[in-house]
């Protein structure tokens, strides 16, 4: 099943998430990082996966790892899409896949508009409000029918929607949200009784 390994840290970008078998023929189920709902033939994820590209299938608990060049992909209903990899050709073969995430290299990931950024570039970023105060590191991106929803090591959830997020940084590390009570919990804010 194992295609040649260029090399071992080249593929750090998560792309997908193997969901499941689909069918007998070897096809897998996989659900795009970031995709949304809406259009999801937009989303980069989708857009970096390319027929012909070589991936890196990696199951961290197990240390199980796979470079699988992909044949076909095609959308599924419900936000799936269905894809098919070279000398994966059983369902036996895709069940062992299973849990495994799909990186690809991060000179192969698709370009994002102006203001949009990869999961990846934001984890670890400074979170602090307009007033001054911190919130934390981020350390997570919860995905949502809505919108995205940053988590901090403070334990804050901040909305990803412009009445929230002011600014994004990169090159100074740092988010800056509006300070809005209720994003987390301080003991020294008092509720509102309006």
Known sequence: MTEPNTDTNDYTVLAAEVAGAHGVSGSLRLRMIGASAA????DAAVRSLKIGRVVRLLRSHDAFQSD???LAMRRQPKGFWIARFKNVTDR???EALLGCSVLIKEDERAALPEGEYYVDQLLGLDVVADT???FGVLTDVLTSPAHDVYVTSLGAMIPVASDYIIDI???ARKI???DVPGLIDDPN???DTA
Do not use: Y
């Open 39 to 42: 259009d999801e033939t937009s």
């Open 132 to 134: 001054g105060k911190s």
């Open 92 to 94: 036996n073969g895709a």
């Open 68 to 70: 699988l060049t992909l």
């Open 169 to 171: 940084e990169l090159d």
């Open 189 to 191: 804010e008092k509720p």
């Open 176 to 178: 800056t949200v509006r």
